[in-house]
Structures are given as C-alpha cells and as structure tokens.
C-alpha cells in the first residue's frame, strides 16, 4: 500500500484498533442473513469504528486494498463501493467537467 501523503501508514495500526479481541462475526455477513438483521449489525459494527483511535488508518487501508467483505473504516461493502466510484467519477473530470480527452 503507497503512503498518502497527507496521511503516513503507520503499519502497527490494527493493533490499537478497537475491534481487537472483538468476535469477527460482528464486522463480516453471514450468508442469506436477513436485512434488517444486517442493518442492526452493521450499524452495531460502525458505532465501534466511530470511537475507535485508528479509524482512519482502517478506512485507508480498506479503500486502498482490496477488502470488499464486512466493516472496514466504519464502512460498510456497498459504502466502500461507493466511495471508488465516486471518486473515480471526480478523477476523470478535470474542473471544466468535460472528460479527459474528449471535447464539445
């Protein structure tokens, strides 16, 4: 994983995580687990993330990795996604909002 700038790895980092010790089952999907089900642990899982001391660190490492399963960052699968495609979005339009390489 490249070091942000703005944000070095510190590679020790999922040791002071709060989930440390912490059953996986609340962070990972069981299969056909139901939706309201899910909702209630993940939102369980988040409420975690949200006070733990390498929040960040976790996001960057789940954002920029290929973690697709679970809570990672207190984010959930479809957030990460998301969060991708977002931000390719904004990286293939420079500020005029034409694409790269195309012209009206």
């Not at 006070?51 to 479809?78: K, M, N, Q």
């Amino acid at each position: 994983m490249p070091d942000h700038p703005h944000h070095p790895i510190d590679r020790n980092w999922q040791h002071r995580a709060s989930c440390r010790g912490t059953d996986t089952d609340m962070f990972f999907s069981p299969d056909g687990e139901r939706r309201s089900v899910r909702a209630r642990r993940e939102h369980a899982a988040k409420q975690l993330c949200q006070s733990c001391p390498v929040l960040t660190d976790c996001r960057v490492h789940a954002l920029t990795t290929t973690e697709t399963y679970g809570i990672w960052g207190g984010l959930s699968e479809t957030e990460r996604a998301r969060h991708t495609r977002r931000t390719r979005h904004a990286t293939a339009r420079p500020p005029g909002g034409t694409p790269r390489g195309r012209t009206l």
